[in-house]
């Protein structure tokens, strides 16, 4: 059974073992000795300890870990012997390095002596190998070309990379070995003349150690190799912080643009407004995507800065398992929401109004025109789309371009008839056919002229649920229409239901022949008319005829046969043979 001693050093709470702690006093009682009559000597001795103490931080993975010989003889190995280093004051001026086989890397810290907010600048200098000027000219430039967005990844960088504060933060900040002589030499110096001779990748050592004879020529490669990778999983790092960071500038950009929508009357948000499904606060939207989409990208950007930081803070678990809430809340929020929205178009209602006659007689010429009015659109096109406007009394009202006109063909009727069909969406049927009842639409005839309005238009408050009209015209057999050009962006275009296509002919008198809509004076039909195509068993038989002639074509197995009026061409296995009256 062995004691355990429990002591404070630098601050932290420690379980030792007895004989641990009586080498460890030991230990400490030869450096105090040692730096008996040195200047700053009780700075020098805090560092030391400080540095200790970080060390069994390191190696304990449990609070309730007890510190053994094992972990005291690591961490003097590290740290050095005290009758290894000379106390005079002429030490840094003629002695040589002490041998180390520790392998020392930079580590990045705030550099708070020699900065103007946080400190972020001068730590990236530190770590980089780079002029701290050029580092807040960096910051300057990037912040004014994304808008103040790159306030926040400075903001990141002060929040989660600590300060050096002690001389072994200094030390390890600009990449020299944390141990006794390093520690007395920079409290000497006054932190004024530090050489940093430690490089991120030294390639020439690794050179070196393939011409020694004590290196492998697989050891050398493995080293390579290992450099490689820590240059491929940096890269990656860094990736990760520009694809996160960039999200999170886009998200943060969103929430105060488009979540700020509501609060500023601005057509755009007239539009999002109408048109937000959900029939939630635009800035209750905004907020859940920003903490559902963020909550992720932050801890990617967390991940890419560890990969390249390697003393980077942590946040806590506190804070980790809060924005895990607070992820989770937004996700099921915006599913609530994804389902309310889903529901809102879950039924359609259509609405016809009477059938009335049109004061058109069978023999005279119906003509059709859309209208339009500059108060509500500006050209005659028809789309599924909306604009917000104001009527004749100023209030807000949706402008529907969803209309279509139908024609069908009606053997019992002896009149003309229209039919106006409204149709919307809602989240009942009672809500669908209430919204379609809401949609106001017109027409009117004029001496054999029938006008009708180029869009329909419904209250601001009934938002937009993918509202149209159609104009269904029923024609009797016989009779002629004239559909103006102004039409041809309204005209149903593709036969279904027993409705007629106008099929572009717009700008032509039609007439209603046998259920279809027949034209005389279409070029494309004339042309259609004088070519006659017929395929049996025999062949392929094509008739061409025009006002002063006939032709026709004849290709079958046995050859190509032509005739007309005045040549006749066979062509066949016997050759060829033409005949001609002249």
Known sequence: MNKTVNINLAGIFFHVDENAYLKLQRYLDAIKRSFTDSQGRD??????????????????KDERQVIGMKEVDEVIEVMGQPEDYRIDEEIFEDEPKASSQTKNTKQLFRDTTNSYVGGVSSGLGHYLGIDPIWIRLAWILFTVFSSGAFILIYIAFWL???????????????????????????IKEGFNDVADKVK??????????????STTFFEALGDVALTLFKIFVKFVGVFLLILAGATLIGL????????????????????????????????????LCFFAIGIPFFFLFILGLKILITNLKSIGTPAKISLLAVWIAAVFGLVFLGIKQATQEAFDAQVITQEKVLPVAKNDTLNIQMVRNTRYINTLRRGNEFSIRRDENDNKVIVIKDVQVFFRASSRDTVAKISIEKKAD??????????????????????????????ALTDYANKY???????????????TIYPDNNTRRYNNSWSYDDYLVVDRREGNYLQLVDGKLLCSTCEDEAAENNWKYNEDKDGIHINISDSTSKSKVKIDKKGLEIKNEEVDIKIDKNGVNIKSEN
Do not use: C
């Open 43 to 60: 700075e020098i001795i805090s560092d030391i300890e400080a540095r200790i103490a970080e060390l069994f931080s390191e190696k304990i």
């Open 426 to 455: 809602g989240s009942s049927y009672e809500e669908a056919k209430k919204r379609a009842e809401d949609i106001i639409f017109g027409y009117e005839v004029s001496d054999n002229t029938l006008l009708i309005n180029g869009y």
């Open 252 to 287: 943060f950009f969103g929430l105060f643009t488009v979540g700020t929508f509501d609060f500023v009357d601005t057509g755009l948000s007239e539009h999002i407004g109408v048109a937000n499904m959900p029939e939630a606060p635009l800035w209750l939207l905004s907020l």
């Open 465 to 479: 649920r993918d509202q149209e009209v159609k104009v269904i015209i029923t024609l009797p057999e016989g009779m």
């Open 160 to 186: 989660f990379v600590p300060e050096a504060k002690t001389t072994a933060d200094f030390l390890a900040m600009k990449g020299e070995a944390v141990n006794i002589s390093n520690i007395e030499k920079k």
């Open 200 to 213: 991120d990748v030294d390639y020439q050592k690794y050179g070196n150690k393939v011409k020694s004879s």
